[in-house]
């Protein structure tokens, strides 16, 4: 038994050995056949590789050139198709085509005059895997687009109207090089490299273009929008309002922010009571019980300060006397004491907001105290959350915002008369908001800045008060039918110096009225920014973002509801909104936007942009109007 066990073995192992031979035989033979087969395959990969490459080359080129939609009219009109559709292509080919095209290359743009349909037809030449057996130099192929379903583009010329709105940022930011990726910061140089300046050229070119199919309109924004007011500043320049869209939270809402913005609260008084426990909240502390003097007589006195500092210089009135005898003040008593709880001097007692009237005494003791902590959260430096603005994270109600975004446009939008001084707290509690108007007419600039006094800075303020003019603002849809040229011509002139702080959603929720009051069948908002909020916007901003503003926004402009209550003109047929990051470092990534992408975009990158210069930035623009005019068809469709 054991013996033939050993027989079986030594039979098994004499087969293999008999047949090994054969084996390697036959792997030898089917090696070659095999890396033929991988050479073939990597070929073919290769291939579909390189024809997909080119047909969505050729795609982006026909859209490209259904906005330049020069019908094929000339040589001239067909060289330049030509030459877009070559760029488009190098763009994505790894193998580089020039205007001398190579022996059997081809590229054709033809126009179907009767259906409106551009298509491009390209033919490649391209290096192969595959040696010749005899040279045994790499053989060459042809690769086309797929032209009957890629490369077509229709122009539906149905010239439906559009209602565009560019929300731009003036912030000091805006002042940083165009090629200078650190900066974030107010420089103060007036110069054509500005990211500012180059973003204004752009919108102009733009609206130039397009301003006989669609209606536009311009957001300015630092950390509030900036709103042109009918009204002549004491000194006789123009003066301007701020205006920002929020629910606020109580008590809040109850304030009357237009009153509050050109008085002095006495704010350092009052954080040093705090801190030596006199005072444990500012809301709350009854101030009138020992402090009713001082709270007036620092209303009062610094209300004659802004006069004798600031609009009597202007006018030409340089002392007390000469304030009196224009009429502009008023001598109440023979010496400035604290306690009399009113100032010497008693000036713009006819104004509506003159603080020691008995309508607002009685506004100053309900909202004093609300004022005093609404300021310690801007400017005490014990909130990181908070920025300079008093509508921030401890006082907006962002769900509320949303829920009300159209029904509460009337009740939510707070407008105020802002000071025309420096950013001292000298004149406002809401020094930090829409500075840019300042900085645009020397109110305020680096020069300013690095005075040494506020008398210094006064005294500039004075030079120029009278001839203030109020730009940047903001500039609405009008029915006027010169509306875009009055725009284009009001940015031409404009010689724009930005400044202040970032908060993009406060731009954003102020676009929404303006939006709202448009008369055309589609909506499209488009922000232009460095994409750098301040600390504190930042995450306002996101609070709103995760809630889903640019949703409510979109699809409250296209509801029927809304339209027929009346909280929107026309509902629209599309709303859409775009954002575009300047940004000297552009590129594919997409984590530059944060949640600009990930939430107000739902990811979808066709809604997020980058520009690094007035070429990049008018391309996109450009690009993102006209796509809306065009779309990609099979090769033979004609509707």
Known sequence: MSNNKSEHKNHNKSFFKCNLGSVAISFAIMVPAMLAFMVVSIEHTQTMRNRARLSEATNEASLAIIALNNKNIDETAIKNNRSMAMNYINYFSSQKITDTLGDGDSIDVEYNTKEKVYSIKYKQKLNSQITDEQTGESKSMFVTNKSDSYGNTKKFERFDSFDIAFIADFSGSATCQYNDSTCNDYLGTNSSQQRLQYMKAAIVDIIDKFKGDSKFALVPYDIGVPVQQDTKNPAGGESYACSVMYKM????????????????????????????????????????????????????????????????????????????????????????????????????ENDPNYPLSDKNQQIIKKQYGNI????????????????????????????????????????????????????????????????????????????????????????????????????????????????????????????????????????????????????????????????????????LRDNFLDAGVCQAITSGLTSLDNQKNGYINRAAKTAMIHYIK??????????????????????????????????????????????????????????
């Open 249 to 348: 939270k109580s008590p809040y809402d109850k304030i009357d922010y237009n009153f509050w913005a050109n008085k002095n609260i006495a704010y350092s008084k009052w954080s040093n009571l705090k801190a030596s426990g006199e005072i444990n909240d500012f809301s709350s502390y009854n101030y009138f019980t020992k402090f009713e003097n001082t709270v007036n007589y620092y209303l009062d006195y610094f209300n004659y300060r802004y006069y004798s500092q600031i609009i009597g210089p202007a006018k030409g009135l340089n002392n007390d006397q000469a304030l009196v005898n224009s009429g502009l003040c008023s001598r109440r008593h023979h010496v400035d004491q604290l306690n009399m709880g009113s100032a010497k001097y008693a000036c713009g």
């Open 582 to 639: 300047l940004d000297p470092q552009a590129g594919n990534s997409t984590d530059a936007y944060g949640k600009w992408f990930t939430k107000c975009m739902n990811g979808n990158k066709k809604y997020v942009h980058e520009a690094n210069d007035y070429k990049t930035l008018f391309d996109t623009v450009e690009k993102i109007i006209q796509t809306e005019t065009g779309n990609f068809i099979n090769k033979g469709e004609s509707n």
């Open 372 to 539: 005093v902590q609404l300021y310690d959260y801007m400017f005490s430096g014990d909130y990181p959350d908070v920025h300079y603005s008093f509508a921030n994270t401890k006082t907006v109600d962002v769900q509320g915002t949303i829920d009300t975004l159209f029904s509460g446009i009337n009740s939510n939008t707070i407008t105020f008369n802002r000071p025309i001084s420096p950013t001292v707290a000298d004149f406002s509690p809401f020094l930090g908001m829409c500075q840019s108007p300042l900085y645009n007419n020397n109110i305020m600039s680096k020069d300013v800045i690095n005075m040494n006094s506020n008398f210094q800075r006064f005294k500039e303020t004075a030079k120029h008060i009278g001839t203030f003019k109020s730009s940047p603002h903001l500039v609405p849809f009008s029915k006027d039918k010169n509306h875009n040229l009055d725009l284009l011509n009001y940015i031409k002139n404009g010689n724009w110096q930005p400044g202040g702080g970032t908060d993009t959603i406060t731009a954003l929720l102020r676009a929404v009225p303006v939006m709202a009051k448009g008369e055309s069948n589609n909506k499209m908002i488009i922000i232009i920014t460095d994409g750098k909020d301040d600390a504190g916007a930042d995450i």
